[in-house]
């Protein structure tokens, strides 16, 4: 249920009340809202309105709706829903708004510039103002570059079989020590605080290096796998697009962020640019970053031309020109890479898929080998 759409007509993204100023020239107001304002424009809204992601037409407008005895708290705000001619839902089955349900990681692909508060948001929405203003790109672009990342993704796609433990298994992997190398001797074990946990540990190591060099530098967090779950019980044994074939655009992306963080001059909030790759880019910067580079056909010294073009322009006179709701085209990428290295973990993993049971077991077997040697001592 998107909240704002593309107009090709105003050649904007717009929510509900916009567009029912823009097409009637009325102001809503609590007694006759947007929705109502544009109840005879249903027709012209159908053909000019798309879907912000798949780019779909077939817009209806739904009407907010509040909470009942009088109360003015707005349960759903009014919002585009886009039906094919059948009826049915218009958008294609990988775009992010094809489920019908209130879903807030919908929502949040979607970055409104005009109305973040953060200090990175701020920065980026002046930025956005300046590249309009300078005619570097306009909102018309914004919805190319949804599109050109929409048809690169569903252009490639897979069916999803990962199971749930290879997310979990994937993430202790991550978690685990993996840096400190050290082969077991049993005679090791005649240490008299000889730590068993630790040698285990150690052994896990060696065992599994081919596991580390799979997942070496992917940036994986509790909140991401936790996503990755989430993505997994929605779209198990479906066809889904393969994220991969994002991965040298975000890589870019995340570069040219790092390199306008070091060098731009612009306050980018907390993380580190060095940390970019591990953590992620604040949101708003990456998704400009990959606004740059698109209009720049992804050539990274053309990008950071018009990136320095960007900063160096005069203070836009019109900010609300940054009112872009710009899409971040990696909107759950990292949760995406997440589950896709799970299933090749997984594949590349023998025995069951249990992290502290393979400890143990490896302990065990440890404790074993320390026997029969010292078996063969006595
Ligand atoms: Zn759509």
């Known amino acids: 249920m998107p909240a704002t759409a593309f107009s090709v007509r105003f ?29 005879t424009f249903g027709d012209s809204i159908r053909s000019d309105v798309q879907c912000s992601s798949c780019g779909k037409f077939g817009a209806r407008v739904v009407r907010s709706s509040r909470s009942p005895r009088g109360s003015r708290a707005v349960l759903r705000q009014a919002h585009f829903r886009f039906v094919d001619p059948n009826g049915g839902n218009a958008h294609h089955p990988f775009c992010e708004f094809y489920s019908d349900d209130e879903d807030r990681s919908a929502q949040a692909s979607l970055l409104d510039f005009g109305s973040e508060k953060s200090t990175e948001t701020r920065a980026v929405r002046l930025l956005v103002c300046k590249g309009i203003e300078q005619g570097l790109f306009d909102q018309r672009r914004v919805r190319e570059m949804r599109q050109w990342f929409f048809d690169l993704k569903s252009a490639s796609r897979f069916t999803l079989t990962t199971s749930p433990e290879a997310i979990s298994w994937t993430r202790a992997l991550h978690r685990h020590p993996s840096y400190q190398r050290w082969i077991f001797h049993p005679a090791q074990a005649e240490m008299p605080a000889f730590n068993w946990k630790a040698a285990a540990k150690s052994q896990f190591t060696e065992d599994h290096q081919h596991l580390f060099a799979l997942i070496r530098g992917v940036p994986m967090d509790d909140a991401v796998c936790r996503q990755a779950g989430g993505l997994l019980r929605k779209h198990y044994q479906r066809e889904v697009f393969d994220p991969t074939v994002l991965q040298r655009y975000y890589d870019a992306a995340v570069s040219l962020a790092a390199f306008v963080a070091v060098n731009g001059g612009i306050d980018i909030g907390r993380v580190r640019p060095e940390s ?7 949101v708003a910067l990456l998704a400009l970053c990959a606004l740059v580079l698109f209009v720049s056909n992804w050539d990274m010294n ?26 971040n085209p990696f909107h759950e990428y990292a949760a995406w890479r997440v589950l896709i290295l799970s299933a090749q973990v997984a594949a590349k993993s023998p025995g069951e898929l249990d992290y502290d049971r393979q400890l143990a077991a490896t302990e065990a077997a440890l404790r074993e080998q320390h026997r029969q040697w010292k078996k063969q001592q006595s």
């Open 11 to 39: 050649a904007r993204e717009l929510d509900v009340d916009q567009l029912a100023m823009l097409m009637t020239g009325l102001q809503p107001t609590s007694e006759r809202d947007g929705a109502e304002l544009l109840s």
């Open 302 to 327: 053309a990008a950071i031309a018009a990136f320095a073009r960007l900063l160096l322009a005069p203070v836009p006179s019109d900010l609300t020109l940054g009112n872009v709701i710009g899409l």
């Open 276 to 282: 970019f790759r591990l953590k992620g880019a604040p």
